[in-house]
């Protein structure tokens, strides 16, 4: 079985300052990473994904996120925060050796709060 | 080009009631799949479509079912309605364009249809 886990429900963040949203995961095999985010009365945005190679992954809207294996973590940054970034952020998992399925696995998602 | 569409975007239906609900891909995305989102239990995977076949589901009972069509549209049906069922229902498409999903390319969702059971 696969899980996520953001240990966060909400984060706040002054606008001009980086943010992170932390993200750690459990699964068998090497893992597909993702980072999705939500706005209100939206369906779920992508913006980053996480395969194979640099550790570092760039995403939409100026996001990045660090893959750490041995820490089983795949945290999403951003070096400057906006008001516009406030949102939900879900990170999800995918077992890369279960060919069978595409279902991800999303954690129970991360309020970002940026204040002016 | 067009992003996923999910219709309708609201339902107020009572228990005991069935329901349908219809997503249509990215023109081109073969692979379509339905999630649950509930304030409780989070995002929750029912089931998945690729080329009018179910490739596989969730742990939902057998009153939530789906289809897809050869134009890779699809639908979900809700039966009997309890008031659990209540949630916003999202549909996400993805590109494989070949005899197989590709199972690391991003999912893109639609804005969902909330539903509420009274």
């Known amino acids: 079985a696969q899980s996520v886990a953001q240990p966060e429900d909400q984060v706040n963040v002054a606008e001009g300052n980086p943010l992170t949203v932390k993200c750690t995961y459990s699964?068998?095999?090497?893992?597909?990473l993702f980072w999705y985010v939500q706005y209100p009365n939206r369906g779920l945005q992508f913006l980053l994904k996480?395969?194979?190679?640099?550790?570092l992954v760039k995403g939409s809207y100026g996001f990045e996120a660090e893959f750490n294996k041995s820490q089983t973590s795949f945290h999403l940054k951003k070096p400057t925060a906006l008001v516009s970034d406030s949102a939900l952020y879900f990170c999800?998992?995918?077992?890369?050796?279960?060919?069978?399925?595409?279902?991800?696995?999303f954690g129970s998602g991360t309020r970002l709060q940026v204040q002016p | 080009k067009a992003g996923v569409t999910q219709t309708p975007r609201y339902l107020i239906k009572t228990r005991g009631q069935q329901v349908t609900l219809s997503c249509s891909p990215i023109?081109?995305?073969?692979?379509v799949s339905w999630y649950q989102q509930t304030p409780g239990q989070g995002l929750q995977f029912l089931f998945e479509?690729?080329?009018?076949?179910?490739?596989n589901k969730g742990n939902f009972p057998g009153r939530f079912s789906g289809r897809q069509f050869s134009n890779s549209r699809s639908e979900m049906n809700v039966s009997t309605l309890e008031l659990g069922d209540s949630a916003l229902y999202l549909c996400?498409?993805?590109?494989?364009?070949?005899?197989?999903?590709?199972?690391?390319?991003?999912?893109?969702f639609g804005n969902g249809t909330r539903l509420t059971v009274t």
């Open positions: 996400a498409s993805s590109y494989g364009p070949g005899l197989q999903p590709i199972y690391n390319s991003p999912l893109h």
């Open positions: 699964v068998s095999g090497n893992p597909y």
């Open positions: 996480y395969i194979t190679g640099d550790n």
């Open positions: 999800a998992v995918k077992n890369s050796m279960d060919t069978g399925r595409r279902a991800l696995t």
């Open positions: 023109s081109g995305h073969r692979s």
């Open positions: 479509y690729f080329s009018e076949t179910q490739r």
